[in-house]
């Protein structure tokens, strides 16, 4: 307990219904685990995670309430046996543009962290429901041919 470990391993999808919306599950499939030696841990590498994957919905631009630029990407991350997870990623300012000239197909590599958030989702004029999302925050991608 506490101690700062190095996972290897896959970042997983499915779908569950959960009271009858079908909802995506995100979890990871742990390979190797280790136990990093405290004092030579690099902090700036915590909650890293990189995936290769095939861009499967074109991308979602907009601006968030302080005006920051935003693009939602889905990733198809393929697996063996014909399996492939579909991965919610973000991308933020000059990369959200770039991502706007994507369309589906192309493969990609991207660098980034596993965050949650929480939202507010307006169901009608005074029904609001609260929300959290789990996603791959990009910092980094690169975009190879279709």
């Not at 506490?2 to 499915?14: A, D, I, K, L, W």
């Not at 631009?61 to 697996?79: C, F, M, Q, S, W």
């Not at 063996?80 to 197909?105: E, H, Q, T």
Request: hydrophobic share 35%; glycine share 6%.
């Amino acid at each position: 307990m506490g101690s700062t470990v190095e996972v290897v391993g896959q970042f997983r999808s499915f779908n569950r219904f959960v009271e009858d919306k079908k909802r995506l599950i995100l979890s990871v499939f742990v390979k190797e685990i280790f136990l990093m030696d405290q004092k030579f841990t690099d902090y700036t590498k915590t909650n890293s995670i990189t995936l290769n994957g095939y861009l499967c919905k074109p991308p979602v631009y907009r601006k968030t309430p302080l005006g920051r630029e935003i693009a939602d990407l889905l990733l198809a991350v393929n697996r063996p046996y014909g399996k492939s997870d579909y991965i919610p990623c973000i991308v933020w300012g000059r990369n959200a543009r770039y991502a706007m000239g994507l369309s589906v197909g192309y493969r990609m590599e991207i660098y980034g962290r596993i965050q949650s958030r929480n939202y507010e989702k307006k169901i009608s004029e005074t029904q609001v429901e609260y929300r959290r999302a789990y996603e791959v925050s990009i910092s980094k991608l690169e975009v190879y041919d279709k």
